[in-house]
């Protein structure tokens, strides 16, 4: 059996004996790129990732690929490096490969095999997927692998964030020892991951280590505050502490500031566990260009399909205050259909087609995996451009359109100099600013999105976009949604449609969401107050949006 190790740092074994690796890092490189991306590779792309060299490319890959099938070939087999023409690819039949068992597990349907049987699988594909994606291989001087390396590495951290989480929350009522090594493993995945902490400590509470968990409790809050990030589920835990010790915790564990005018802490109970949505299922589906997308259907009843937009998570959505009130609404009475498009939340991040093209074929391939007949479709931001896409090439499948916050022209189209400079300056921030761990670059971001929202939204908003995209796919999206240009399809929707705007909208235009009304035949428009791209549940705007889209679907239903 032919073995790979991608977690943690690589390993060739055949029959469970290491094999030398090649000492070329760019071989080794290669060898993780097409195992990991699972299909075939052009090579002049495989030679604009790993040799920016002048004199002969192809060469060094020619070299590149004899190493590999010295190291990955078996005498009188199949060889395994597939080279046809113009591409190159990595057959997987019977590989063992730790970042395939990984994602494997993250897509099965715990539902489909016994409890017992869940658990012991779980417990199998943690244990063996326990380090970061090539851990030591990076390659500085070639930016687009660097790139796409870093992005895969958050891509299994946060898989392997939700299986460990996954596993704890089955364990913990039956058993907690063992549920509370991989609490600790969740909280050296991530140290300022405030849930993980706060369950480490509820775990430890419930075994008697009192001690152990008000360390963890200090530490943890120091972290926090150290990082400016809001310690609420810490302190909730530490006054969970105090009832269960009966003891005044020392100064520096005291309540936050955050936390001084609330409700009192003494009587806290201590942070349940997190346990991840139930309302909701979420599966994954391919594209015709082998793009995986995870979408997921909650509540119940007819369809309604919003588009994917960037920034999403079908998981950590739930739990936003930015957009956990937008999940409860859309699913109330109907089933919501919705996904991360490729390049976000639990879909590919290393999708090299991040065209407005290839994201309708993440939309096409949702609504045919799920199986929908005839449906209402809500679009947000980019996803009108999507749903309008989708309506005019689908006149048979779309019954309504829904289009909030939307446009038909992007930045990149409107003849608006100062937008396009103000959009390219955000370009470089995005660059430096995106993924690092003080957040004042992504708050700025925010405060276009959500400039009337509370502390605790902000908050969230900001670790939402360093946990649903890398810096480079946030360029390269920003880039895309700049030039989308669907005004042509406009004359051909000839389904009722609704188009609603905020007024003093920062992102999107007031006027291009009256553009895009007025280029549909019979479109109504709602202008309502406000000035948050996502409406905030506490403002005016949210249920008068609601009101119009209840009514609106209604109409379909009768």
Not at 88 to 94: D, H, L, N, P, Q
């Amino acid at each position: 059996m032919l073995t790979i190790r991608l977690l943690g740092e690589m390993a060739v074994l055949r029959d469970g004996e290491p094999q030398l690796l090649p000492p070329s890092r760019k071989t080794r490189a290669l060898l993780a790129y097409l195992i990991a991306t699972g299909r075939p590779q052009r090579r002049d792309h495989i030679c604009d990732l790993l040799w920016d060299v002048p004199d002969d490319p192809r060469g060094a890959l020619r070299w590149s690929l004899s190493k590999l099938r010295l190291l990955v070939d078996e005498p009188g087999s199949p060889s395994r490096i597939v080279a046809r023409g113009e591409t190159v690819a990595f057959a997987t039949e019977g590989l063992d490969c730790d970042l395939h068992a990984l994602l494997d597990a993250e897509s099965d349907d715990a539902g489909a095999v016994p409890h017992d049987a869940s658990v012991d699988r779980l417990r199998a594909v943690v244990e063996k997927s326990c380090g970061a994606f090539l851990e030591g291989l990076d390659l500085p001087a070639q930016g687009d692998f660097q790139a796409w390396c870093l992005a895969q590495r958050e891509d299994v951290r946060r898989t392997q964030q939700a299986l460990l989480n996954k596993l704890m929350v089955q364990l913990a009522p039956v058993m907690p020892e063992e549920a509370l090594f991989y609490a600790r493993r969740l909280v050296a995945l991530d140290r300022y991951d405030a849930a993980a902490r706060s369950t480490l400590v509820d775990l430890l509470l419930r075994l008697g280590r009192h001690d152990e968990a008000r360390q963890h409790c200090d530490s943890g809050l120091q972290f926090l505050r150290e990082a400016s990030l809001p310690t609420s589920l810490l302190d909730r835990a530490a006054a969970g502490l105090r009832v269960a010790t009966g003891k005044v915790m020392p100064p520096q564990q005291a309540a936050s500031p955050q936390a001084a005018g609330s409700e009192n802490l003494l009587a806290a109970p201590p942070v349940p566990l997190l346990a991840p949505p139930t309302r909701q299922q979420v599966r994954f589906c391919r594209t015709t260009d082998e793009v995986r997308i995870a979408y997921a259907v909650s509540g119940g009843g007819r369809p309604l399909v919003k588009p994917g937009t960037w920034l999403t998570h079908l998981e950590h959505d739930w739990r936003s205050p930015v957009w956990q009130h937008w999940m409860q609404e859309l699913s109330a009475g109907r089933s919501l259909v919705r996904y991360d498009q490729r390049g976000n939340g639990l879909s590919d991040w290393n999708a090299e087609d991040l065209s407005f093209a290839a994201c309708q074929r993440d939309l096409a391939a949702v609504v045919e995996t799920v199986g929908l007949g005839r449906f209402p479709m809500l679009g947000i931001s980019q996803g009108c451009a999507s749903a309008v896409a989708y309506a005019a090439e689908n006149p048979d499948r779309v019954t309504r359109l829904v289009l909030f916050g939307g446009y038909a022209r992007g930045w990149a189209m409107r003849g608006n100099p100062s937008e396009v400079a103000i959009r390219e300056a955000l370009r470089t921030l995005m660059l430096h600013g995106w993924g690092a761990n003080t957040p004042a670059f992504r708050q700025s971001f925010t405060s276009l999105f959500i400039p009337e929202a509370k502390p605790e939204q902000i908050h969230w908003f900001n670790e939402l976009q360093k946990l649903t995209t890398s810096p480079q796919n946030a360029i390269r999206l920003t880039d895309m949604f700049g030039t989308i240009q669907v005004e042509a399809l406009l004359p051909r929707i000839r389904v009722p449609t609704l188009v609603m705007h905020c007024i003093d909208d920062a992102v999107v235009p007031f006027e291009e969401g009256r553009r895009l009304a007025m280029g549909i035949p019979g479109a109504r428009f709602v202008a309502l107050q406000g000035r948050n791209h996502i409406l905030l549940e506490d403002e005016p705007a949210w249920p008068q949006f609601l009101a119009e889209l209840t009514a609106f679907l209604a109409e379909d239903e009768i």
